[in-house]
């Protein structure tokens, strides 16, 4: 029985090269390419739009650069900072854990007070000025798509966060439900890197 | 902390992160061809992407099934781009 039992996990994963060591791991990752087909079909219909236009803002000329570098900046440090809980959460480190999912927390949080002050700058002063507004140019719409989607999943990233900091806090979750959750988070600041250069710099 | 876990060193890919991030701000303000631009940003935005996904997101030390799915959307991409081409010229 015991013998039976330090058999199993070596032999599991000869059997089919998707059974993995985690399944929630593996349902991530699949949650996650679906997510990105979204987001690269949204991404790639914004260049069409463009490619297509004749009156296509300068982007860089129009949004704030200066802003939205901080908040990739913010994005980058919140996934450190989600690592090193995961780092703690293994050594088994409550407090450092506390600590580091807290600020994690925080940056996205930050990182969405921004996305709303950016939003209400650019709706009421910067588009309409410039002439791009909601109901004149196609850029208003496809920016505000992508850049919501984005930060919808920001929201939802930050509210499950705080359940998974909960649920360590009170023993329910490991190190194997934080990879989880971290992976999520990372995919999220990936998909900021790519807006921010394909939307904010090009 | 003897139970190395030659894990990655995450200050370092930090590190590049930002100087990435850093290098891509500055190089829009260059006096160079837009076409130079736009390959310099394109080239540095998936490095930086390529690390989240290979040390973050721990993509290089798992098995390679992982790295196929993360791949997948790619795919749908080039796809969808070879598709709407004709439609711009």
Known sequence: MSQAAVMHPSAEPAESPLTPESWGKLGMWLFIAGDAMSFGTLIVCYGTFRGLSSSWPVPSAVLGINLTALMTFLLICSSVTMVQSLSAVQRGDVKGFTRFMGLTILSGAAFLGLQAYEWTHLINHTLPEAGFSFSTHLFAATFFVLTGFHGMHVTGGVIYNICVFFAVRRGTYGAGEVEISGLYWHFVDLVWILIFTFIYLL | ?89
Not at chain 2, 49 to 75: C, D, G, N, Q
């Open chain 2, 1 to 89: 902390m003897s139970q190395a876990h030659t894990g990655p060193n995450y200050m370092a890919v930090f590190w590049w992160l930002l100087a990435l991030t850093i290098l891509e701000v500055a190089v829009i303000y260059l006096n160079i061809p837009k076409m130079m631009i736009a390959i310099l940003l394109v080239g540095m935005a998936i490095t930086k992407a390529a690390l989240v996904a290979m040390y973050f997101m721990h993509l290089k030390y798992e098995r390679k099934t992982l790295t196929w799915i993360a791949l997948s959307p790619f795919v749908l991409c080039v796809f969808l781009i070879l598709m709407l081409i004709p439609g711009l010229s």
